[in-house]
């Protein structure tokens, strides 16, 4: 048995019936909320090491757009810093975000992804794109001006394994 977020018992196996058709399809993540101490930080922070468009910004919040998906950046952490929970990022270079980092003596976690604490607690996990499953559909990948990316044989092929490598889908 399993204790569920409202604190009920159900067996693990009815949990993650996911063939059960009245469920919605879950298609992807559209954003993530980070709460920060002072969105301007924030901003200035995760812009020393990544491109993105700022959409809106006030004292309360920020939203910074990645193409199609976006990050909230909230005013308000309260909670202690993060241990396992944490988000992704893919980049186009994975190393020159390393770099920047060490440069502006940001701690790297030990472990074999590149896993940082930000200043304000949330912990941050840079990969690759091109070797990773997640995808950016062409027309995005172009209006970023990344349309020349492609994946790894070894994504491709962990694409293909779950019938969603691009020769398949739309």
Known sequence: ?????????????????????????????????????????ALAFYGAFLRFEVTHQDDDAAFVYLGDQFINFSRGRTQAPDARRHFGIAVDNKELVRHILERIGIELAESRFLNFLDPWGNRVEITTYTNIQFSKAESVLNGMGMGHLTKSDQALKELRDRGLAPEQTR
Do not use: Q
């Open 1 to 41: 048995m399993k204790s569920t977020p409202d604190g009920n018992l159900r067996d693990a196996n009815s949990m993650s019936d996911n063939h059960n058709e009245n469920k919605a399809t879950a298609i992807g993540i559209n954003h993530i909320a980070l709460e920060v101490d002072d969105i301007a930080e």
